[in-house]
């Protein structure tokens, strides 16, 4: 099946760096990924959507600046959580779908990164 | 990870029927949430039941957990041609792996 890897899969940081995830699909071209944010025992929260070749779709409540997603290749998305703050802390998780197409709909989920903002 | 079985793996009706989905797991868990999908975006949170509840609702949509069965049901009432979508379980085990286990989804179809 369908694998969508994350990486890092646990971040500790100091208060005001910047961290970058990657997400990635390993043997499907992604047009579109997602970014999900989860609190502890809470639900999952969709943060942005994102599709290959332009700007990220950011939720309602979602600071575009703070987290900056960036999908240059059909196989890659990138965020990046911006001078993090410990209210940053939590784990973040992608998922990637094939394509746009109904038959393509299936959306592959990454294993998640940990942040931890010190 | 996708663990969790749903059936049916598709539905279509017409609209104003009823829409059941069905979900099963494998492991003991903490809660159970139901998710919906619009044709391509992102999942979005429509319920969470806990482990010691056995039905919850919330507008149109009413939630049932058997434990004893690890299996749960999303009904959906007097269905609109907006509730097309794709449903998704999700379960949360529960332990210090924030991850939830996903079910495959149902894909539901109101036709008008």
């Known amino acids: 099946g369908a694998v969508v890897s994350q990486h890092p899969s646990r971040v500790i940081c100091k208060s005001g760096t910047s961290v970058k995830i990657e997400c990635r699909s390993l043997?499907?071209?992604?047009?579109?990924m997602f970014w999900y944010r989860q609190f502890p025992k809470q639900s999952l929260m969709l943060m942005a959507t994102?599709?290959?070749?332009?700007?990220?779709?950011?939720e309602q409540g979602v600071e575009k600046d703070k987290f900056l997603i960036n999908h240059a290749s059909l196989t890659l998305s990138t965020l990046t959580v911006t001078s993090a703050h410990p209210e940053d802390s939590s784990f973040y998780i992608c998922?990637?779908?094939?394509?746009?197409?109904?038959?393509?709909?299936?959306?592959?989920f990454g294993p998640g990164t940990r942040l931890l903002v010190l | 990870s996708q663990q969790g079985e749903e059936d049916p793996q598709a539905l279509s009706i017409q609209e104003g029927e009823n829409a059941t989905m069905n979900c099963s797991y494998k492991?003991?868990?903490?809660?159970l949430q139901w998710y919906r999908q619009n044709s391509g975006r992102g999942l979005v949170h429509l319920i969470l039941?806990?482990?010691n509840e056995r039905e919850k609702h919330s507008g149109r949509l009413r939630v049932t957990l058997d434990t004893s069965k690890k299996s749960s049901s999303l009904l959906i009432t007097a269905s609109r041609a907006a509730d097309t979508a794709s449903y998704f379980c999700?379960?949360?085990?529960?332990?210090?792996?924030?991850?939830?286990?996903w079910g495959a989804g149902t894909k539901l179809i109101i036709k008008p």
């Open positions: 998922s990637a779908r094939a394509g746009r197409h109904d038959y393509q709909e299936t959306q592959y």
């Open positions: 043997d499907f071209q992604a047009t579109t």
């Open positions: 994102s599709n290959e070749g332009s700007k990220a779709t950011y």
């Open positions: 492991t003991s868990i903490n809660n």
């Open positions: 039941i806990r482990s």
């Open positions: 999700a379960t949360d085990p529960g332990d210090s792996n924030y991850q939830l286990i």
